[in-house]
Each structure stands twice: as C-alpha cells, then as structure tokens.
C-alpha cells in the first residue's frame, strides 16, 4: 500500500492564461518558493530555460506547447501542479487538463486584461466545472491597471470578480500588495522575493483599503446569511468565516477571488499559494460521477476512498526517450505497482508494471498512487480519456470535448527511405494529439495532416526533423471547407438489380431538409414509418448508407454538414431485400436528392484579436477588411489599442508577416474557430474550379505514372 497523504490536503490545479501572461513565469516562482527547484529559469533569456518548459521547442520560441506536470509541497498541503500552453493551436492541451483537475489559477495580464484565449479558457473551466482563482500578473508594466481588469472580467466573463487584495504602487512603483482579509501590508523581501514581510498598511492607503474591504465583505455576504448578519449588526467578521465563505462561493463556481502580483519580479505568489491551499477544493471536496455499464448518463458516484475498487482517467499520452508514458489521475481507490487494471474501452487486461510521479520530464518511481493523485504509468497501450478500473466491465468516465481540426496540410519525405520513419512518428503524434489528424487523399496519394492552426502543423513539422530525421515538403496550407444544403427536397428511390440467384431490392422515400444554423449537429437521422412498409431491421443499414456518403459532397468533395433526413415511406421485397440493398439504396438517395437541396460551401471563420499602436490602427483595420473580416469592437489600453474581429480562415495564412510589416513589429494578433458560414458565390466558384483542376492534374498524374 503507498503511503498515502491525507486527501485533505491535496490540491490538484492548473494555471492556465492567454498567451503570454505570465503562466510559466508563475509556475516557475511556485517551484522555487516550494523548495522544488534552487535556481529560478526564465522563458526568454540566456541561462537554462523554465523548468516546465523542459522541450527545446519551447525553449526556442519561449511557449509552452505541452502541459507539464509537477508535485510540490506548501506547508502541510501537496500541489499536483500542471503548467498549460496559452497559445490557441495548443488547446486540447489545456481541454484535457483541465478535465482532471479540482481548481485552476486563471492568470490575467493587469495590462492585457481579459484577452481572446482567457475567454476560451473560462468555456473550459466552466464545461468541466472547475473553480479557479485569478491572478493578475505584470503589476509592474506600464499601464497595468488591476480595477479595469476586474471589470473586464465582470463584463467579459460574467463571473463576481472579488479582490481580494490591493496594489500598493503600480508599474514601476509596485511593491507589494495589502492583504484585504487580515488588513496587512504584505512585502517581498530578498533578491527572489522569497522572504514575506508583513506590516501595517501605510497611512495614505489606509482609508482606500477600508473601502476595498468593505466592498469584499458585502461581495462575499451575497453568499452567506451569518455573514450578511454580522455586517448588517456593524460587527467585525472573523477572518476565518471570511475564508470559508469565500471557498463555498468558489467552489460552487459562483465567485472568482482576484490576487495581485508580478511573478517576474518576484511579488504576490507566496500569498496566491496560501488562497490556492484555503480555497480551492481538494479531492474530497470534488463530486465526480461516472457512466455504469450499459447507460448512457453519468449516474454513479465516485467516492476520493483509497479502500474502494479503483477508477482512474488517462488523460494525457507522451513518448518520450524511455518509453511510452500514460499520465493518470486517481479518482477511487488506489493504482498499485504490478497490479493488473481494465481498459473499459477495450476490455483488455493491463498490468501497471512502473508508476512515476512526473517533475516536467523527470521521473521519480513510486509504489503506487491513491484516489487523488495525479501520476503517469509506463508502457500502457492507451488512448486519451480511457478509463481503467479493477474489473470489466466498471464503469467510464466521461470523455473530454475534442475541437475539430480547421486547417490542413501535405507532406512529403525528401528521401524516399524515410516513409517508415514518417509513419511511425505521425502514429506517435496522433495518439498524443487528438487534435491532429492524419489522412490519405484518395487522389493524390498525398499524406495530409490536419490541426488547430499553423503554429500547431508547423511545431509537428519541426518535431518530426528533429526527432525522427525526416525531413518533409510541406504543402501549402488548405482550408477545411464543408458542403451544406439550403433547402428543403423530397426522395423516392428505388434500387433493383436482378442476377441469376437472390437479387436487391430497397426502396426509400423521404425528405432532406437543413439543419438550423446554431444546431451543434452536423447529421440528423429521422425514421416515422408505419405499418411495417420498411421493417425495422433494415433502418440501421439506411443510416449506415447515408452517413457513409457524408464524406464527399458533390460541388467540390468535402464533408456534408447541417443535414437532416426522414425516412418517411418505402417498400421492401421478402427474398431480394437486404441490409446491404437498403445501404446502396440509401447512397444512391444522398447521390440524386442532395444536389436538389441546393448546397453551398460554408468556411471555417476565426476570431481573430490584435493589439498594435493606436497610430497603426488605422491601416490594420483597412487590411483586416480587405480581407474579407469584419471588426466587432476597439478597446483602448494606454498607446495601444485592442481590435476584435472576425475574418475567414482563408485569408490568415501569412498574416503575421503583414502584421508585422503594418505595426513596426510591434503587434500581435491571436486567432481561435468561431463558427462555419458560407462562402461567397464567387469565392465559392473559384474554389470548385480549383478543386476540379487539382483532381485533373492529380488524375492525369497517376495515369502517367501507370
């Protein structure tokens, strides 16, 4: 049995940001105030690099592209910590972290403020109900403005946003902060910060800290009958029925605790660490449900007891230089060493033969992990959001959401020799990366690779170079379109075919019609038929039949979207009727009755935000138009300026050259998939000849060949 630290004083969180607000900077100050590290790294800079930034990529173009994951301890509490990519290519990164975690530090930049990705992590941590703090960072740039940002946060991310703290100083002047619980100046003293001063508040803060305190009081009453007494009484509340309202409000994901800091200068993170021990959940805290065998809903009830039949999620696969590694966590009873544990996907028997605590990407062998943890097995043959359990079958855990890939690429390997090496590492990435899929075009015989973005595509590029030695011509990036019907039509289809035995014979008659345009699903099946006119066994074929031609429309080849169809009528024959007569009737109804719906092709449009001088702002708006975008909203922050817009993904390839070019080098932009929406007509036409030209020359190629 391992030992086993109370569930108590576990904390399982993530820090999660747009990019560039400080996450790493952060988590880099934790490890070093934790004891975890004696050196401190930094993201851009000469010495060795952050700690959980641990991939040369990363290091190299100072982003986190993978989550890493660590273990540390403050005080009696243990921190399973894990550091997530801010960039938007890197998503799925954050999507399945956050599925296994009890709370979160949502990092804010106190110039930036709420920013494109912080509106996407908040979707996140909301889908898996996830209580977080928020830690505004970079009090010391210029501009930084820690009110504006809590506003923003009110407005943007309709949470109660509660400070929880207030600056004293700001930009260059920032010191340190005022603790508005026990009505404390808090100070960093030493060359990292890491010894905490606390003092009285200084004269000329002190009315404006009473103010603010008495704000955070009347916040928090909102959430508590015995609090809102003593204030309505103009009694002084004890601090810790302050804290402890403050953690239900968390926890119930009604409030967002706000603390202030600048890790970079070494403020602010000794206290965040204290608020991440006080208020977020720990295990025992967390109700985590579970989908019996043979349901569809997560009805059962996971219980955090290491002594119960264990249940845990693999939510995240790597390879790296000594094997595979399947990071786990714990949600019931206890994984040990040599023991023997269920896939629920596929039923096989799996021993656990190394379980490891991760530090980044060093390893530390243990003999076990209990409900709670958060450890990675060696060897497992596993996809992401299995679920392993003592016995088959147990029961799953619901499987994170998995965004589909807007963007596609070919490659091909310089040197002929090379295709095993590609094969073997885009199967590697693709176990890894759910996000990243890899096709064969039936034309071309092309490799295509589909992601998030080009940043996302390219980083796979680079790591197949550098980890396998292949070396591939990239293609140039192609846009995901999808076919869609405008209006409704009715089918009668018939198939019949006579040999000299038993024939085939369906018949179909229905309607197609489309989907509304804020339906979530992309293919709706219907079947109200009566009588018995078409037994009951072959409907599954029928739908077989017509999910099967969804693949390829008909105006340029890409996937069908937005349809619905009813099968409303029909007849069959006793002898010559067969599933697969049904399902070949079913394709021929898609082939004759959707080109009636008059389709059109919808492509991917991208939020896209920009921040660049106010005095570029003018051309930048003009570009993004001219691309075809639309601009919703301008935000002022200082002598920059904040452009929100939507434009088709079509038109961003390149677009940070452009930026550059535009701003002087000094604007950034970020982009995330927003939704689908047609094309033009005569963008659409353009894009069928194209397609109709690429299937000529490829077919004209191969006939060569042969």
């Not at 950034?668 to 939704?675: A, D, Q």
Request: charged letters at 25%.
């Amino acid at each position: 049995m391992p030992n086993a630290e109370p569930l108590k004083n576990i904390r399982n969180i993530g820090i999660s940001a747009h990019i560039d607000s400080g996450k790493t900077t952060l988590s880099e100050r934790i490890l070093y105030y934790t004891g975890r590290i004696h050196r401190i790294g930094e993201v851009h800079g000469d010495g060795p690099g952050a700690t959980m930034d641990y991939m040369e990529l990363e290091r190299e173009r100072g982003i986190t592209i993978t989550s890493a994951a660590t273990t540390v301890r403050w005080g009696e509490a243990v921190i399973n910590l894990i550091d997530t990519p801010g960039h938007v290519d890197f998503t799925i990164e954050v999507e399945r972290s956050l599925r296994v975690l009890d709370g979160a530090i949502l990092v804010l930049c106190a110039v930036g403020g709420v920013q494109a990705q912080s509106l996407t992590i908040d979707r996140q941590m909301r889908r898996y109900h996830v209580p977080r703090l928020a830690f505004i960072n970079k009090m010391d740039r210029v501009g930084a403005d820690p009110f504006r940002v809590v506003q923003q946060m009110k407005d943007r991310l309709d949470c109660d946003a509660v400070l929880m703290q207030l600056p004293i100083g700001r930009e260059s002047d920032f010191r340190g902060v005022i603790d508005l619980v026990t009505m404390e100046a808090v100070y960093f003293d030493g060359a990292h910060g890491e010894h905490v001063r606390r003092e009285a508040i200084p004269g000329e803060l002190m009315e404006s800290a009473r103010q603010a305190r008495q704000h955070m009081l009347e916040s928090l009453a909102m959430y508590s009958d015995e609090l809102l007494e003593i204030l309505l009484a103009e009694e002084e509340p004890p601090q810790e029925l302050i804290w402890r309202v403050a953690k239900a409000a968390t926890c119930s994901l009604q409030m967002t605790p706000v603390f202030l800091g600048s890790a970079f200068k070494n403020k602010g993170v000794q206290p965040l660490l204290d608020a991440v021990v006080r208020l977020l959940p720990s295990p025992l805290e967390v109700e985590v449900r579970a989908i019996p065998p043979g349901e569809e809903t997560a009805s059962m009830l996971l219980s955090a007891d290491p002594a119960a039949p264990a249940v845990a999620m693999a939510f995240k696969l790597v390879e790296d230089p000594f094997g595979a590694l399947t990071f786990l966590r714990v949600y019931q009873g206890t994984l040990c060493k040599g023991g023997y544990y269920y896939n629920q996907r596929t039923g096989k028997r799996e021993r656990f033969g190394r379980i490891v605590r991760m530090h980044a990407d060093k390893r530390e062998e243990i003999e076990g992990a209990t409900a709670g943890d958060i450890v990675a097995v060696v060897g497992l043959d596993a996809a992401s959001g299995d679920t392993y359990a003592e016995s088959y079958p147990a029961c799953t855990l619901e499987r994170m959401y998995i965004p589909e890939p807007v963007i596609k690429m070919s490659i091909t390997p310089v040197e002929r020799n090379a295709a095993e090496r590609l094969a073997k590492a885009l199967a590697r990435f693709r176990r890894e990366d759910p996000t990243l899929h890899v096709t064969i075009d039936e034309e071309s015989g092309e490799t295509l690779i589909a992601g998030m973005g080009e940043l996302h595509l390219d980083i796979y590029v680079e790591r197949l170079r550098r980890e396998y030695g292949v070396d591939v011509l990239v293609g140039a990036p192609k846009v995901n379109y999808r076919e869609a019907p405008t209006e409704p039509t009715t089918f009668n289809v018939r198939h019949r075919k006579q040999t000299g035995g038993a024939g085939q014979y369906a018949h179909i008659i229905g309607k197609m019609e489309p989907l509304p345009e804020d339906s979530e699903e992309t293919f709706v099946f219907e079947e109200c038929i009566v009588g018995g006119r078409i037994p009951k066994q072959y409907i599954p074929a029928i739908e077989k039949g017509l999910r099967s031609s969804l693949e390829k429309g008909p105006l340029a080849g890409y996937p069908i979207v937005g349809l619905k169809v009813i099968v409303e009528d029909g007849s069959y024959h006793e002898v010559d009727s067969s599933d697969l007569a049904f399902q070949i009737c079913a394709q021929m109804v898609m082939r004759e009755a959707f080109p009636q719906t008059r389709p059109v092709l919808l492509e991917p449009i991208m939020k896209i935000e920009i921040e660049c001088p106010e005095s570029a702002q003018g051309s930048v708006v003009g570009d993004l138009i001219g691309r075809r975008g639309v601009v919703l909203g301008t935000h002022s922050l200082g002598n920059l300026v904040r452009i929100e817009g939507e434009v088709p993904l079509a038109e961003t390839f390149g677009y940070s050259t452009t930026l550059r070019s535009l701003t002087q080098g000094q604007g950034t932009f970020s982009l995330e998939f927003s939704k689908y929406r047609r094309v033009p007509p005569s963008i659409q036409e353009e894009i069928i000849l194209q397609r109709k030209r690429n299937r000529t020359s490829s077919g004209s190629g191969v006939s060569a060949r042969t």
